[in-house]
C-alpha cells in the first residue's frame, strides 16, 4: 500500500514539476514573445525593443535553461523516491 | 585558390569523413540499426538531434525568410525551439522508459490495436516523405550554385553519400556521421556570422551584434534597419504585420508539429537511460539554439548589406555574386523606369512572382523575364534563399569561407535525409512487415528487409529532388500540421492518461488528420484565390491549422474513450511502468 502510495506521490509531484515549468515556457514564448510582446517594446535594453528580444531571442534562451532545470529537478527527485535506473 | 577548388577540397574532405565514419560504425543487428543499440552518450545525442533536426530549411531558408519577415519571422524561431521543451517534458523520457525501435511501436503497443499502429505509419511515412523532397533540392541547389554541376548529378552525389552510410550504419552510422555533420555546420554557418557580426557592429558575438550600434555611427543597427526600410516605404523590421491570433497558432503548430516528428522522437530510443533522454533533449536544444540565435543576428545583417549594396546601383556597376545569382535564377531585375539603376521596393516586381527567365538580354546585360510586370515601384526579385549562400560574398568574406557555406549547407541536408531515411525504413520494416504482415521473419530477414527499404526510401528521395513535386513548399505545413494533429496527441495521452482507450487514439488520430488535412488542401489546392485572411476560420491561416487539429483530436479521442471500455490491464500496468524511471519496485 505504501509502495502504491509513494507512486502515486512521486507522479503528482512530476506532473507538478513538469506544469509549473512548462507555464513559464508559455508566459515567455506565447506571453511576452506574441500576447504582450507590444506592451514590453516600450522597454530597451541595449539596442532591442524587448518584446522584440523576447520574440527573435529570449525565448530560445529561455528554453535552454527550463529543460536543464527540467533535469535537476527531476534527478533529485529520482533520487528521492529511489527510483533511479541502476 | 579560387572558389571551385577550395568548395571541392572541403566539401570532398567532409564526404570522406563521413564515409568513414560509416565504415567503422557498421549495424549488425536490428538494435543497432533502428536505435544504435541504445548505446549513444546523450551529449553526442544532443548532437546528432540538432544535426537530425537542422535541416536545409533551417541552415539555408531560414534567415532569408526571416531577413524579410522582420518580427513575425519568430514564430519560426521560438516555433522551431519551443517543440524541445515539450519533447524533453512530455514525451522523450517516457518513450526511453517504453524502450522500443519506433513511433509507431508505442502507438500500437500501447493502444493494443494495430490499426493504431497502421495509423501511425502512414501519418509517419507521409511527413518524412514531405520532408525529404526539400532536403534533396537543397542538395541539388547547393550542388549547381557552388560546384557548377548539374542539379541532377547533384542529387545523385547525395543519394549516394547517404546510401552509403544509412544502409551500411543504420542508426549507427546515421549517428555518428550526424554528429560530425553537426560540426561542419555550425562552424559553416558561424564563421560568416562572426564575420559580418564584426564588419557591421564590431561585436564578435553575433547575437550582442544584434543589439549593438553600428560601426562609426552613432544608431543601433535596428533602428537603422527600421529606418532604411521605412525611408524605401516598407514596414518598419521590428514591427509585426500579422493579426495576432495567426502568429500564436503557427507557433503553438511548429512547436507542437516538432514535438510529433517521428524522426526527432526516435532519437531519444538511442540513449541508454531515462535521464540521459532528458539531458539530451537539453544538449539538442543547446547545440541548436547556437544556430537559432545566430540566425535573427544574420536576417538583420544581411538585409541591411543587401539594401546598401543593391538599391540605387546601376545594374553594370552591380558585384559579381549579383549576376552569378541571376544566371543560377534566383534573382531577376526589370528596369521599369529604364534608368540602368536597380530600385529596390515594397511589392512583387513580377506578376506571378517568381521569374521565367527567356534567352534575351536587355540594354544592361540582364536576364530577361516573360512575365508581366507589376504597377509598383520595385524592379527586383529575390529568392530568399540566396540571403544566407550569398551572405559571404556580399559582406566580401575570404573564398574560404564561401567554400565552408557549401559544404555546412550540404551537411546539414544530408543528416536531415539520413534520419528522416530510417524512420521510413523502419516503420515500413519493422511495423509494418515484422509486426502486421510478416510477423514469423527472423531478425536476419529483418534487417535485410531495413536495408532493402532504406535504399528504395532513397530511390523515392532522389526522384523528389530531380522531379521536384510544384507542391513541395505548399505541403511543408501538412508536415507540422499532421505531426501535431495525429502524433502528438496519440503518444501524449498514451503517457497521460491511463482511461484512453484504442478506440479514442484513432478516432482522434483520423479525426485531427482528416480536419487538418482538407483544411490545407481547400486553402492551398482547391481554392488558393480565397487563401487570405478574411475566409480563413476564425483567421488562421493554414500553416498554423494543425493546433485546431490537435485540439480537435483531443476531444474527440477523450469523448470516443469516455464512451467505450476501459483499456486492459496489462496497458494499465504498462502505463505505470513507464511513468517511473526505474523499476520502482525495491
Redesign the interface.
Known sequence: MDKEKNKNLYWKLNLTIVGSLLAIWFMVSFGAGILFSENLDQFEIAGFKLGFWFAQQGSIIIFVFLIALYCFLMNKLDKRFNVEEE | MDIQTLTYIIVVASFSLYIGIAIWSKASTTGEFYIAGGHVHPVANGMATAADWMSAASFISMAGI?SFMG?D??VY??GW??G???L???LA?YLRKFGKFTVPDFIGDRYYSSIARLVAVFCLIFISFTYIAGQMRGVGIVFSRFLEVDINTGVIIGMGIVFIYAVLGGMKGITYTQVAQYCVLIFAYMVPAIFISILITGNPVP??G????IVGENI????KLNNVLTDLGFNAY?D?SRA?ID??CI??AL?VGTAGLPHVIVRFFTVP???DA??S??WA??FI?IL??TA?AVSSFSRLNFIDTVNETPYQSTPEWFRNWEDIGLISWADKNQDGIIQYRPGNALEKVKPRFTSERGANGERLVSNERTSNENEIYIDRDIMVLANPEIAQLPNWVIALVAAGALAAALSTAAGLLLVISSAISHDLMKKTLMPSISEKQELALARISAAIAIGVAGVFGIYPPAFVAQVVAFAFGLAAASIFPAIVMGIFSKRMNSVGAITGMIAGLVFTACYIIFFKFVSPELNNPDNWFLGISPEGIGVIGMIVNFSVSIIFSSLTKAPPIEVVELV?NI????????
Open positions: 526571416i518580427r519571422g519568430s524561431l521560438m525551439t519551443g524541445y521543451v515539450l524533453a517534458m512530455l523520457p547575437q550582442l544584434f543589439g549593438s550600434q543601433y543597427l535596428l533602428e521590428t509585426s495576432k502568429i500564436f507557433t503553438a512547436m537511460k531515462v535521464r532528458r539531458a533533449a537539453g536544444l543547446l539554439a537559432y540565435t535573427p505505470d511513468r517511473l524511471p526505474g523499476g520502482g519496485n525495491d
